[in-house]
Nanobody, 120 residues
Framework: QVQLVESGGGLVQAGGSLRLSCAAS????????IYWYRQTPGNQRGLVAA???????NYADSVKDRFTISKDNAKNAGHLQMNSLKPEDTAVYYC??????????????WGQGTQVTVSS
């Protein structure tokens, strides 16, 4: 059974940086896409960044030029480098992988979430 484990959240001052990581364990044929979402209390989960297996990247307008999404195919992992953090970036961040399994069935799996808090 494939599982995702997130790491890297924490408390940082405005203007600081954090790097989130998400690693998959289990039998995977290929990771077709990696997404990072964030959610604040009372709000829906919103897409922050995405990267495809071919390396195409997309970002929410609010994080463009500050956040960078990347992937490590050898380690079945994804990362979100967050620079110039603002208090409004405070949220629980979730990774999601679209996985092509060893039976060639595609499915999504979510990480457990990690809290990012940016103080002013």
């Amino acid at each position: 059974q494939v599982q995702l484990v997130e790491s890297g959240g924490g408390l940082v001052q405005a203007g600081g940086s954090l790097r989130l990581s998400c690693a998959a364990s289990g039998s995977i044929f290929r990771i077709n896409a990696i997404y990072w979402y964030r959610q604040t209390p009372g709000n829906q989960r919103g897409l922050v960044a995405a990267i495809t297996s071919g390396g195409s990247r997309n970002y929410a307008d609010s994080v463009k030029d500050r956040f960078t999404i990347s992937k490590d195919n050898a380690k079945n992992a994804g990362h979100l480098q967050m620079n110039s953090l603002k208090p409004e970036d405070t949220a629980v961040y979730y990774c999601k992988f679209t996985i092509l399994g060893i039976t060639f069935r595609e499915y999504d799996i979510w990480g457990q979430g990690t809290q990012v808090t940016v103080s002013s």
